[in-house]
Nanobody, 121 residues
C-alpha cells in the first residue's frame, strides 16, 4: 500500500509559478513510478507529467500542453515528487492529483486526494 499526500496548490495570476509536492509513504520510494494528472469540471482526467522509478532511470515525460513550462522531479531522500509549474495559464486551472505505481508498467494504483490550482487571468 502506498499513501500519497499532495500540497502546494493555490491561486496564482497568469504567468506566475507554483510548485506542487507529493509525499509518498508505505513502499520504497525509489521503486515507485510517479505521475501528475489533473481534472477540470466536465472534463476527463488529463495526464500532465510522469517520472519513472529510480530503477527505471527517473525518466520524465510531459503532456504537450505543459511541455516547456512544467518540470517534474523526484527526491528519493524525501520520498517526494515535485511538479514545478511556470508560465501558468488560466487553462491550467484544475484539481491536480498525484499518482503512483510500483514499477514502471501498468496502471497507477495509488492516488492522492488532489490539490486545487487556480490561475486567474
Amino acid at each position: 500500500q502506498v499513501t500519497l499526500v499532495e500540497s502546494g496548490g493555490g491561486l496564482v495570476q497568469a504567468g506566475g509559478s507554483l510548485t506542487l509536492s507529493c509525499a509518498a509513504s508505505g513502499r520504497t520510494f525509489r521503486t515507485i513510478a510517479m505521475a501528475w494528472f489533473r481534472r477540470t469540471p466536465g472534463k476527463d482526467r488529463e495526464f500532465v507529467s510522469a517520472v519513472t522509478s529510480s530503477y527505471g532511470g527517473a525518466v520524465p515525460t510531459y503532456a504537450d500542453s505543459v511541455k516547456g513550462r512544467f518540470t517534474i522531479s523526484r527526491d528519493n531522500n524525501k520520498d517526494t515528487v515535485y511538479l514545478q509549474m511556470n508560465s501558468l495559464k488560466p487553462e491550467d486551472t484544475a484539481v491536480y492529483y498525484c499518482a503512483g505505481r510500483v514499477g514502471d508498467r501498468g496502471s497507477y494504483d495509488y492516488w492522492g486526494q488532489g490539490t486545487q490550482v487556480t490561475v486567474s487571468s
